[in-house]
């Protein structure tokens, strides 16, 4: 270890391994994540950071004054190349929950490339588990670091503080976050598993909380967890508000259908939908015939969610029936003169390499006689998608790239709002009711 | 969120990323020209790739090639590759070029609007469906007059059923206030204002656009933006280049009409403006105006006392040698045009009152800067005897704008010890790094904002001829022969003596970029 750092490529972030390990018979989670280029959500400068001394394990208690010391550290070091000092940046107190190792790794990657455009105070919280043996909170892992302007200065840097937790510990994992709060920021809690939400943990950290971010694409049981959230969304006494990047990943989505109805001879339609088709396939890229669809499945669920939702339809006609593979429900339209919507949710078993996700939103409106069809979908398997209007006379295409949105780039999204988002709310309430429906057990695909 | 005017769409509620015009037909007029190909084009590309261009947007080039849709989609694709400054995606490709058409003749022929006409009625019953057009000058100034003309006297100016007509008119807008007038008159006979959109792609860059938000937003600045904190302001807009091709444009411009007519005026308009009623084109536009109108007239001798002309000689430029202004292929060698213009203007009002705000522009400068300094009085007393009363610098807000947009402000602090030492830092604000990846390019902003009908940032014709009026006395001074000749600077210097006197005068000095 040297004691202080230097200027990296971005795959080089703080190779310095900590000097003992956090967890009985584990390896630490370092301390500020690595960038990959081939990750990177953005092309632009800053290609570089430089890691501010060293990555290093203190007491909990000492976690202020450590950083302090890193930053007078960073800012003697700035001096004596001629610099004037380093500028401390932090907008928010970002809290991430990580269950496990690997987990705050990826965190605390997310949490670097993230910091170009919201620098955070960030303080991973590491549940290792309860079945660890011994009890453990009281030691934390520091670090910080910059991104170098092309001329070689450092420009914006963030801190990460790391608290592993262990046995009966990792129950009272939010009481060591509070005082690492940078006070009079807002507090953002992010939570990248399913949460669970009756927990001490998640309850306390609420308290502290002003946005809650969750990502239902890594539920383990998402029609469950939407449900959940949905409950949690209807609790008037909350105090925060709550966002999911799934939803963030459905913008493009949205948007390629929105925009059809732009043009006003094509608004009427809306009012007059007959059929809904969602088709989502498996996310993870792999030869496995048997994955799950799950993930995706949240993600047609808000896409249902948000169309019902904006036009007025309503779930209480029926349960699901199932034909084949394809899920079918009815729903009520805006009126009673307009009729029911044929809701189908497909889920579908992609081949390898394909891109997950959603595969195609359809619909079908208009005049009964010559009723017009919108596709919206990708072509083929690629990541390029299709907005496709056929019927009523008119033929109109247009093309996008909906490759995957980083995590960084999502989180970042809903951190330039940091504010209530009363459609996805009501999307997901809508979802949660979808899910609940009697039949639609098997909408997460086979398990 | 979204644009306006899809009010009625319920699934447009709460979408708030993207800014989506109703589809339209962007016609260029002088499509193979440079602009067009650097800027224009790439431009168009992001917007499409990034969904700002919705369903049946269409762009229809127009030149005197006699060239159908294929090779125009040919010529495209070269310009894309080489001025993209990225891959292009296959898929992405299929789909932009699917919006290109193209529409050939020679716009001083009459015939050729009828052409256009039939094309555009065409592609809008295939495509658009909206009747929407705005057409883009991307031609020599001298045809401005005529295209303008055209288009009007072919119905192409006026409303199609809802469908709107807009007409993009790039710089130099006029040579001088009777010509700027005369093109004002030209336009306003076939467009009315709120159709019009004159473009300074300065105006398009995030820091420009960030200098309302920065003073208006923040309530601790406000209070100090006037006479009684700020001792002067500086605007820079540096080019290390020096006028490459350009020959002929620039032995009639020069550097006052090329840079400090339009670029330089619009960012003194916006450091100086009073707060608007609200952020819409109008209010921001009428204060804008108003600067203008008030900038302290010069004339005659006063302009010599005030305004140094330069020229550049032989110098090197990063190490290598390049020639002079007149020795420059195109240019005479007795030319007498200004390649730096350094002034001193006052702008005559409540708040600005006393304050002067220095405006240099040149070319072969050493650097490649634009920006726009803010120089606070210094603290009333020296309350820091002895070496630290003299190490006190006044306090300087810095808003950069190319290469590197971002902002500095400079303060002291102690230097750390047993005595008193007061150092400068800067806290420095950029945007590259600081809200993560690309800003958008100027032109982008700009293309989107004429589809939208956002006229914000564009110039309004009072706002063109008040810049005229006030250049047009310099002008008048300069070609009287009692007037100092410009004065000579080497290449890759920051300008002629005389500037740096100017400044010597007035017991200030240049800032060092």
């Given at each position: 270890?040297?004691?202080?750092?230097?200027?990296?490529?971005?795959?080089?972030?703080?190779?310095?391994?900590?000097?003992?390990?956090?967890?009985?018979?584990?390896?630490?989670?370092?301390?500020?994540?690595?960038?990959?280029?081939?990750?990177?959500?953005?092309?632009?400068?800053?290609?570089?950071?430089?890691?501010?001394?060293?990555?290093?394990?203190?007491?909990?208690?000492?976690?202020?004054?450590?950083?302090?010391?890193?930053?007078?550290?960073?800012?003697?070091?700035?001096?004596?190349?001629?610099?004037?000092?380093?500028?401390?940046?932090?907008?928010?107190?970002?809290?991430?929950?990580?269950?496990g190792?690997?987990?705050?790794?990826?965190?605390?990657?997310?949490?670097?490339?993230?910091?170009?455009?919201?620098?955070?105070?960030?303080?991973?919280?590491?549940?290792?588990?309860l079945d660890?043996?011994?009890?453990?909170?009281?030691?934390a892992?520091?670090?910080?670091?910059?991104?170098?302007?092309?001329?070689?200065?450092?420009?914006?840097?963030?801190?990460?503080?790391?608290?592993?937790?262990?046995?009966?510990?990792?129950?009272?994992?939010?009481?060591?976050?509070?005082p690492?709060?940078?006070?009079?920021?807002?507090?953002?809690?992010?939570?990248?598993?399913?949460?669970?939400?009756?927990?001490?943990?998640?309850?306390?950290?609420?308290?502290?909380?002003?946005?809650?971010?969750?990502?239902?694409?890594?539920?383990?049981?998402?029609?469950?967890?939407?449900?959940?959230?949905?409950?949690?969304?209807?609790?008037?006494?909350r105090?925060?508000?709550?966002?999911?990047?799934?939803?963030?990943?459905?913008?493009?989505?949205?948007?390629?259908?929105?925009?059809?109805?732009?043009?006003?001879?094509?608004?009427?339609?809306?009012?007059?939908?007959?059929?809904?088709?969602?088709?989502?396939?498996?996310?993870?890229?792999?030869?496995?015939?048997?994955?799950?669809a799950?993930?995706?499945?949240?993600?047609?669920?808000?896409?249902?969610?948000?169309?019902?939702t904006?036009?007025?339809?309503?779930?209480?006609?029926?349960?699901?029936?199932?034909?084949?593979?394809?899920?079918?429900?009815?729903?009520?339209?805006?009126?009673?003169?307009?009729?029911?919507?044929?809701?189908?949710?497909?889920?579908?078993?992609?081949?390898?390499?394909?891109?997950?996700?959603?595969v195609?939103?359809?619909?079908?409106?208009?005049?009964?006689v010559?009723?017009?069809?919108?596709?919206?979908?990708?072509?083929?398997?690629s990541?390029?998608?299709?907005?496709?209007?056929?019927?009523?006379?008119?033929?109109?295409?247009?093309?996008?790239?909906?490759?995957?949105v980083?995590?960084?780039?999502?989180?970042?999204?809903e951190?330039?709002?940091?504010?209530?988002?009363?459609?996805?709310e009501?999307?997901?309430?809508?979802?949660?009711?979808?899910?609940?429906?009697?039949?639609?057990g098997?909408l997460?695909?086979?398990? | 969120?979204?644009?306006?005017?899809?009010?009625?769409?319920?699934?447009?509620?709460?979408?708030?990323?993207?800014?989506?015009?109703?589809?339209?037909?962007?016609?260029?007029?002088?499509?193979?020209?440079?602009?067009?190909?650097?800027?224009l084009?790439?431009?168009?590309?992001?917007?499409?790739?990034?969904?700002?261009?919705?369903?049946?947007?269409?762009?229809?080039?127009?030149?005197?090639?006699?060239?159908?849709?294929?090779?125009?989609?040919?010529?495209?694709?070269?310009?894309?590759?080489?001025?993209?400054?990225?891959?292009?995606?296959?898929?992405?490709?299929?789909?932009?070029?699917?919006?290109?058409?193209?529409?050939?003749?020679?716009?001083?022929?009459?015939?050729?609007?009828?052409?256009?006409?039939?094309?555009?009625?065409?592609?809008?019953?295939?495509?658009?469906?909206?009747?929407?057009?705005?057409?883009?000058?991307?031609?020599?100034?001298?045809?401005?007059?005529?295209?303008?003309?055209?288009?009007?006297?072919?119905?192409?100016?006026?409303?199609?059923?809802?469908?709107?007509?807009?007409?993009?008119?790039?710089?130099?807008?006029?040579?001088?206030?009777?010509?700027?007038?005369?093109?004002n008159?030209?336009?306003?006979?076939?467009?009315?204002?709120?159709?019009?959109?004159?473009?300074?792609?300065?105006?398009?860059?995030?820091?420009?656009?960030?200098?309302?938000?920065?003073?208006?937003?923040?309530?601790?600045?406000?209070?100090?933006?006037?006479?009684?904190y700020?001792?002067?302001?500086?605007?820079?807009?540096?080019?290390?280049?020096?006028?490459?091709q350009?020959?002929?444009?620039?032995?009639?411009?020069?550097?006052?009409r090329?840079?400090?007519?339009?670029?330089?005026?619009?960012?003194?308009?916006?450091?100086?403006?009073?707060?608007?009623?609200?952020?819409?084109?109008?209010?921001?536009?009428?204060?804008?105006?108003?600067?203008?109108?008030?900038?302290?007239?010069?004339?005659?001798?006063?302009?010599?006392?005030?305004?140094?002309?330069?020229?550049?000689?032989?110098?090197?430029s990063?190490?290598?040698?390049?020639?002079?202004?007149?020795?420059?292929?195109?240019?005479?060698?007795?030319?007498?045009?200004?390649?730096?213009?350094?002034?001193?203007?006052?702008?005559?009002?409540?708040?600005?009152?006393?304050?002067?705000?220095?405006?240099?522009?040149?070319?072969?400068?050493?650097?490649?800067?634009?920006?726009?300094?803010?120089?606070?009085?210094?603290?009333?007393?020296?309350?820091?005897?002895?070496?630290?009363?003299?190490?006190?610098?006044?306090?300087?807000?810095?808003?950069?704008?190319?290469?590197?947009?971002?902002?500095?402000?400079?303060?002291?602090?102690?230097?750390?010890?047993?005595?008193?030492?007061?150092?400068?830092?800067?806290?420095?604000?950029?945007?590259?790094?600081?809200?993560?990846?690309?800003?958008?390019?100027?032109?982008?902003?700009?293309?989107?904002?004429?589809?939208?009908?956002?006229?914000?940032?564009?110039?309004?014709?009072?706002?063109?001829e008040?810049?005229?009026?006030?250049?047009?006395?310099?002008?008048?001074?300069?070609?009287?022969?009692?007037?100092?000749p410009?004065?000579?600077?080497?290449?890759?210097?920051?300008?002629?003596?005389?500037?740096?006197?100017?400044?010597?005068?007035?017991?200030?000095?240049?800032?060092?970029?």
């Amino acid at each position: 270890m040297s004691g202080t750092g230097g200027p990296r490529d971005r795959e080089s972030i703080d190779p310095d391994a900590p000097e003992t390990a956090p967890v009985p018979g584990e390896e630490p989670t370092s301390g500020v994540g690595s960038v990959s280029a081939a990750e990177s959500t953005e092309p632009a400068a800053p290609e570089l950071v430089y890691t501010l001394g060293s990555s290093r394990r203190i007491k909990l208690r000492e976690a202020e004054s450590e950083l302090r010391a890193l930053w007078e550290e960073a800012s003697r070091e700035a001096a004596q190349v001629g610099q004037e000092g380093v500028l401390r940046l932090r907008e928010i107190n970002l809290v991430a929950y990580a269950a496990g190792e690997a987990v705050a790794e990826r965190v605390s990657q997310v949490i670097a490339r993230l910091a170009q455009r919201h620098p955070a105070r960030a303080i991973i919280l590491l549940d290792v588990g309860l079945d660890a043996p011994g009890v453990g909170a009281t030691d934390a892992w520091v670090s910080a670091a910059c991104y170098l302007t092309p001329q070689g200065e450092r420009h914006v840097c963030w801190e990460q503080v790391t608290i592993p937790a262990w046995g009966r510990a990792a129950d009272l994992l939010h009481t060591t976050a509070l005082p690492v709060l940078v006070p009079h920021l807002p507090t953002v809690l992010w939570w990248p598993g399913q949460p669970d939400l009756r927990g001490e943990v998640f309850r306390r950290l609420g308290d502290v909380t002003d946005l809650l971010v969750v990502d239902s694409a890594g539920f383990t049981n998402p029609l469950k967890g939407l449900g959940d959230l949905a409950a949690l969304v209807r609790v008037p006494s909350r105090n925060y508000h709550i966002n999911d990047l799934n939803w963030g990943r459905l913008t493009l989505w949205r948007e390629m259908v929105a925009e059809i109805f732009d043009d006003p001879a094509r608004l009427d339609g809306l009012r007059r939908v007959r059929r809904l088709r969602v088709a989502y396939g498996a996310e993870e890229r792999s030869g496995d015939s048997t994955r799950t669809a799950g993930p995706a499945a949240a993600r047609a669920l808000l896409v249902a969610g948000w169309l019902a939702t904006r036009l007025g339809w309503r779930a209480d006609i029926a349960g699901w029936e199932t034909e084949g593979s394809t899920f079918k429900t009815l729903l009520s339209g805006p009126d009673p003169t307009t009729g029911s919507v044929e809701l189908l949710l497909e889920p579908r078993v992609l081949s390898a390499g394909a891109t997950g996700g959603l595969v195609s939103v359809e619909m079908q409106f208009g005049d009964p006689v010559d009723p017009v069809s919108l596709f919206v979908g990708r072509l083929g398997e690629s990541c390029m998608c299709e907005a496709r209007v056929e019927g009523g006379g008119e033929e109109v295409t247009r093309t996008l790239d909906a490759s995957p949105v980083p995590e960084d780039r999502l989180l970042a999204e809903e951190l330039d709002y940091l504010g209530a988002d009363r459609v996805y709310e009501e999307s997901l309430v809508f979802a949660a009711a979808l899910a609940a429906l009697p039949g639609g057990g098997g909408l997460a695909g086979p398990s | 969120m979204s644009s306006a005017g899809f009010a009625g769409n319920p699934l447009r509620a709460g979408m708030r990323l993207r800014r989506t015009p109703p589809p339209a037909t962007l016609v260029i007029l002088g499509v193979t020209g440079d602009l067009a190909r650097r800027k224009l084009l790439p431009s168009l590309y992001r917007l499409y790739a990034q969904g700002h261009l919705p369903a049946g947007s269409t762009v229809m080039g127009v030149a005197r090639r006699d060239w159908d849709r294929d090779a125009f989609r040919v010529m495209v694709r070269e310009a894309l590759k080489r001025f993209l400054g990225a891959p292009l995606q296959e898929l992405m490709w299929e789909g932009f070029a699917d919006t290109l058409h193209f529409c050939s003749g020679d716009l001083v022929d009459p015939a050729a609007y009828g052409q256009l006409e039939e094309a555009l009625v065409r592609v809008d019953g295939e495509r658009t469906h909206t009747g929407n057009r705005l057409f883009y000058l991307a031609m020599p100034p001298s045809t401005y007059p005529g295209v303008i003309a055209g288009l009007g006297r072919h119905g192409l100016a006026g409303r199609r059923g809802s469908g709107w007509a807009r007409i993009v008119v790039e710089k130099p807008f006029g040579r001088d206030l009777a010509s700027a007038h005369a093109l004002n008159q030209t336009l306003a006979e076939w467009f009315h204002e709120d159709q019009v959109f004159r473009i300074d792609h300065y105006l398009g860059k995030e820091t420009v656009q960030n200098i309302l938000v920065f003073r208006l937003a923040n309530a601790i600045f406000e209070p100090l933006w006037n006479n009684r904190y700020v001792d002067h302001v500086q605007i820079t807009v540096a080019e290390e280049i020096g006028i490459e091709q350009r020959a002929s444009y620039y032995e009639e411009a020069g550097a006052i009409r090329d840079m400090i007519q339009n670029h330089a005026l619009q960012l003194l308009a916006l450091v100086a403006m009073e707060p608007p009623i609200i952020f819409a084109a109008g209010p921001v536009r009428d204060e804008k105006v108003k600067v203008l109108m008030a900038l302290r007239p010069l004339r005659g001798p006063e302009v010599d006392e005030a305004v140094v002309r330069g020229q550049y000689t032989a110098g090197l430029s990063h190490g290598e040698a390049v020639p002079g202004y007149r020795d420059e292929e195109g240019v005479s060698p007795e030319s007498t045009r200004e390649t730096y213009v350094a002034m001193r203007v006052f702008i005559d009002s409540w708040r600005w009152a006393g304050v002067p705000f220095y405006l240099r522009t040149g070319k072969r400068l050493p650097k490649r800067a634009t920006e726009i300094a803010i120089q606070f009085k210094r603290p009333p007393l020296p309350l820091f005897g002895g070496e630290a009363a003299a190490e006190t610098e006044a306090n300087v807000l810095a808003m950069h704008i190319q290469p590197d947009e971002g902002i500095t402000l400079k303060f002291g602090s102690k230097v750390p010890g047993s005595t008193v030492h007061v150092h400068s830092v800067n806290m420095d604000f950029r945007y590259g790094s600081s809200f993560g990846g690309v800003t958008p390019d100027a032109y982008e902003r700009l293309l989107l904002d004429s589809l939208l009908g956002d006229s914000t940032l564009f110039t309004r014709a009072d706002g063109v001829e008040a810049a005229w009026t006030f250049v047009d006395a310099i002008l008048d001074r300069w070609n009287d022969p009692a007037a100092p000749p410009p004065r000579p600077y080497q290449a890759g210097s920051w300008g002629p003596e005389e500037a740096e006197r100017m400044m010597d005068a007035d017991h200030r000095e240049w800032r060092r970029l």
